[in-house]
C-alpha cells in the first residue's frame, strides 16, 4: 500500500516551527485556516508535503469539487491535506500545514502528521481554531487556549480554556504531538454566532495577532487589519438592519453589564 503521507522534498531545516489550522467543525467563520493561509502567503510559502485524502474522508459529506481552469477545462478537486514551508527569518523556518478535518481514522491521521514532524525535525507547534459563542460582535475578539505548558499561554496573555465537551482533529493532533514530547500551543477564537459571514478576518486577526507573539513572527498584517475593519462595519450595518438582531445583541451587552 502506497503511503499517504507524501513528501515533495526532504530539507534539512534550522529551528522550524509548525503551524496548523483545519477547515470544518474547528473552524467557526473559517477564522483559523484564514489565519494560516495569510501566514502562508505572506511568506512566500512553497510545497513541502501531502497526506493522500483517500482513507480519512467520506465523499458523500465533502465532496469533491469541479472546477474550470483558465482555459475552460474541467478539473477534479479533493479535500486537501497540504503542508507548505517558509522562513520567519534567515535562522528559522516555518512549516504550515492547512487541511480539511478528517472524516475517518483520526488516530491513523495523527500518525502521519507526527512522523512529518518527525521528519524535519518540529519541536514546536501552534495550532488555530475558532468556535462560535454568545459574544457581542463589536467586542475584541476574546482568544482562550491550551498548551503542553501554562507558560506558554501566560506569556501571550491568553486564558486557558475550561472547555469540557465533543472535540475535533486540533485536539487530537495536540494531545499526538504533546504526547511526543514536543511544545504545543492551540489558539482558539470565539466568534458571534448569530453572524453567518465567512471568512471572518476579524477572528483571523486576532489568532495571528497571538502567532506572531507566541512564534516571534514579523509579518506584515496591514491588509489584513484593513480587511478587518471593513468586515466589521459590514457587519454593523447588517445588525442595524435587523430588529431581531440588534435586539438579541443589546441582551447580550446587558448580560455582560450584570456580571
Not at 453572524?195 to 496591514?222: F, H, M, T, Y
Amino acid at each position: 500500500m502506497a503511503d499517504a503521507l507524501r513528501m515533495h522534498v526532504l530539507p534539512s531545516l534550522q529551528d522550524p516551527a509548525m503551524l496548523l489550522a483545519y477547515a470544518g467543525w474547528n473552524d467557526a467563520g473559517e477564522s483559523a485556516t484564514f489565519a494560516a493561509r495569510y501566514v502562508a502567503d505572506a511568506l512566500n510559502a512553497v510545497p513541502l508535503a501531502e497526506i493522500d485524502p483517500e482513507e480519512f474522508y467520506d465523499f458523500t459529506v465533502r465532496r469533491p469539487v469541479i472546477r474550470l481552469d483558465g482555459a475552460g477545462r474541467r478539473r477534479l478537486e479533493w479535500p486537501r491535506n497540504e503542508f507548505v514551508l517558509a522562513s520567519m527569518d534567515p535562522a528559522r523556518e516555518l512549516v504550515i500545514g492547512l487541511g480539511v478535518e478528517p472524516h475517518l481514522r483520526w488516530s491513523a491521521y495523527c500518525d502521519h502528521v507526527e512522523r512529518l514532524a518527525d521528519r524535519v525535525g518540529i519541536r514546536r507547534v501552534v495550532l488555530l481554531g475558532a468556535f462560535l459563542a454568545d459574544v457581542v460582535y463589536s467586542r475584541p475578539v476574546a482568544l482562550t487556549g491550551f498548551a503542553s505548558s501554562p507558560d506558554l499561554l501566560a506569556k501571550i496573555e491568553v486564558p486557558a480554556s475550561t472547555y469540557q465537551g465533543p472535540t475535533g482533529i486540533v485536539a487530537a493532533v495536540a494531545e499526538r504531538l504533546m504526547a511526543s514530547g514536543r511544545e504545543v500551543l492551540s489558539l482558539w477564537a470565539g466568534l458571534p454566532h448569530y453572524i453567518g459571514v465567512a471568512p471572518n478576518p476579524r477572528g483571523a486577526l486576532a489568532l495571528l495577532d497571538k502567532v506572531r507573539e507566541s512564534l516571534e513572527l514579523r509579518i506584515d498584517e496591514s491588509p489584513l487589519r484593513k480587511d478587518a475593519a471593513e468586515f466589521e462595519e459590514r457587519i454593523s450595518a447588517l445588525v442595524a438592519a435587523d430588529p431581531e438582531i440588534s435586539e438579541y445583541v443589546r441582551q447580550l451587552k446587558r448580560r455582560e453589564f450584570a456580571q
